[in-house]
């Protein structure tokens, strides 16, 4: 069971005097070469939406459409994110979507704890200037390195966990995990049912 996020998410002096709106960071970061990701790249992808968003959803990295075209979230999981957002009246326009690693692992594999960390000052930057009331935490990678390495998704997706820069806090399926197995549909949505639901109230 998930104890509270990760110690690496501690806040540092380097946080609280990092640049002081997202299109600062976005620019500070454009030319990282903290890890060997960047070596590969096409094109960071730092994230997009809302930069006042409620709702923020992290998953894990760019895939090869991502790295393409600099922004998340854009090939078939992506498509199948704006499907499931859209079947709970929420459009992409008001969300925030970022990753754990900001530039595409070779072949689409999972980040190295070495990359992932390299990449954790941007994301938990993201989190202070963006302020976000409910982050959904998309997949495994997300989840432990945002929540704790010992957290398993199949055990506390659906639940809410954290909280994590005083968000609440929802674990659930990657949408790349359901076109792998689409079986998966029907617990994400039942998820997703609860955002929505925790979403609407914060918007009364």
């Not at 005097?17 to 997202?22: S, V, Y």
């Not at 595409?104 to 704890?113: C, E, L």
């Amino acid at each position: 069971m998930a104890k509270g996020p990760a110690k690496e998410l501690q806040l540092t002096f380097e946080d609280l005097t990092g640049p002081q709106t997202l299109e600062d960071l976005s620019k500070s970061i454009s030319q990282c070469q903290k890890c060997s990701l960047a070596a590969n790249r096409t094109n960071v992808v730092f994230g997009a939406g809302n930069p006042l968003a409620l709702l923020m959803l992290v998953g894990e990295g760019p895939g090869a459409d991502e790295d393409r075209l600099g922004q998340p979230f854009v090939g078939a999981a992506g498509k199948l994110l704006d499907r499931i957002l859209a079947a709970c009246g929420i459009t992409r326009g008001e969300v925030y979507i970022a990753n754990i690693v900001k530039c595409r692992p070779p072949g689409n594999r999972v980040p190295s704890k070495e990359e992932a960390e390299a990449c954790l000052t941007f994301l938990r930057r993201q989190f202070e200037l963006i302020k976000p009331r409910i982050i959904v935490l998309l997949g495994s990678t997300a989840l432990q390195h945002l929540i704790g390495a010992e957290a398993r998704i199949t055990r506390v997706r659906g639940q809410w966990v954290g909280p994590l820069y005083g968000a609440r806090v929802m674990p659930t399926y990657h949408p790349a995990a359901l076109l792998r197995d689409p079986a998966k549909k029907r617990e994400v949505w039942e998820d997703f049912q609860r955002i929505r639901d925790a979403y609407n109230a914060l918007k009364k």
